[in-house]
T-cell receptor, first 112, second 113 residues
């Protein structure tokens, strides 16, 4: 089946720093989604990408749909303490019966 | 709009007991999903529904049953709970499968002793 790779499992950064995460696969995807999960809460959709090469921003967050359609990147600029959480990528493959595939997530810690 | 709500938030069961988790959405979404989240495993799809009265198996359906009698509700049942079903359960809904932007509920933390 389709798998999404997110690594490392954890990232530690200093407040104010920028951070970049990527999500890779050996399969092609038609849609990439990035979610954030706060402790004790459900995942919240941050950014959705629908076209290869697409670059989309949401405040301090920027995400890109890779040209090969096999990867996506999320950048967070000028990190703040409330950026702490788990960041998941999710991809929707081609085909009418495709289901959303989730990566295992990256836990981000921000040191004040 | 409340979005996606789940009840209960927490539950402790003994092995062999049964229970039903309720998910409700007020966004008039066609598609609804049940996931479980375990440490290091990410989100795994249990069952899903593409519309009222229809359900289908996901990646890890064994030990669970679901029903979608009304469009806004999606129920997840455990007939005979096992310790391996200790997990956090999330319900999600989406308007269209084509884009599959899923909106998640707050989760139910279930412990089976």
């Amino acid at each position: 089946g389709q798998q999404l790779n997110q690594s490392p499992q954890s990232m530690f950064i200093q407040e104010g720093e920028d951070v970049s995460m990527n999500c890779t696969s050996s399969s092609i995807f038609n849609t990439w989604l990035w979610y954030k999960q706060d402790p004790g809460e459900g995942p919240v959709l941050l950014i959705a990408l629908y076209k290869a090469g697409e670059l989309t921003s949401n405040g301090r967050l920027t995400a890109q749909f890779g040209i090969t359609r096999k990867d996506s990147f999320l950048n967070i600029s000028a990190s703040i303490p409330s950026d702490v959480g788990i960041y998941f990528c999710a991809g929707l493959g081609p085909g009418a019966n495709s289901k959303l595939t989730f990566g295992k997530g990256i836990t981000l810690s921000v040191r004040p | 709009n409340a979005g996606v709500t789940q009840t209960p938030k927490f539950r402790v069961l003994k092995t062999g007991q049964s229970m039903t988790l309720l998910c409700a959405q007020d966004m008039n979404h066609e598609y609804m999903y049940w996931y479980r989240q375990d440490p290091g495993m990410g989100l795994r799809l249990i069952h899903y529904s593409v519309g009222e009265g229809t359900t289908a198996k996901g990646e890890v359906p064994d030990g669970y049953n679901v029903s979608r009698l009304k469009k806004q509700n999606f129920l997840l049942g455990l007939e005979s709970a096992a310790p391996s079903q200790t997990s956090v359960y999330f319900c999600a809904s989406s308007r269209l499968a084509v884009y599959n932007e899923q909106f998640f509920g707050p989760g139910t933390r279930l412990t089976v002793l």
